[in-house]
């Protein structure tokens, strides 16, 4: 298989190598995985903040709905399924096509795309040095 023992130690070392630049190649995929992981639990956690801020600011509004005497609680629950039912089921939930619908929008105004961010203006454009 090999003609000398350079051949060997040559072969031996290109293994090596290789394995050497496989195992750094996992280790990398490792760690982008795990960031991957960390970013996906600061998503989740964020949008579980949003959920409870959105809550809040709904029984806000029930509360003052029901305390002014502007509906019933009765009132409320039928306007609930009704509005729930709109969309074809009776699922518990709404969209925010359903809401850009109800306000006139051809589509959500959520799912427009946003302008890209600007960059700052440097100090230097800003008269400071």
């Not at 040559?10 to 293994?15: E, F, I, L, Q, V």
């Amino acid at each position: 298989m090999f003609d000398s023992l350079e051949d060997f130690f040559h072969y031996d070392y290109s293994c090596k190598r290789m394995h050497d630049k496989l195992d750094a190649n996992s280790k990398r995929r490792a760690r982008a995985a795990i960031r991957s992981r960390g970013e996906i639990r600061d998503r989740v956690e964020a949008l579980e903040d949003e959920v409870y801020f959105l809550n809040l600011v709904n029984r806000c509004l029930v509360n003052l709905l029901l305390k002014r005497g502007l509906c019933s609680q009765d009132e409320l629950i039928d306007l609930l399924a009704s509005l729930d039912e709109n969309d074809g089921s009776l699922d518990g939930g709404s969209t925010s096509d359903d809401l850009a619908q109800e306000m006139g929008f051809d589509e959500s105004p959520v799912d427009r795309l946003k302008p890209e961010p600007r960059a700052p203006i440097s100090s230097k454009k800003r008269g400071r040095r």
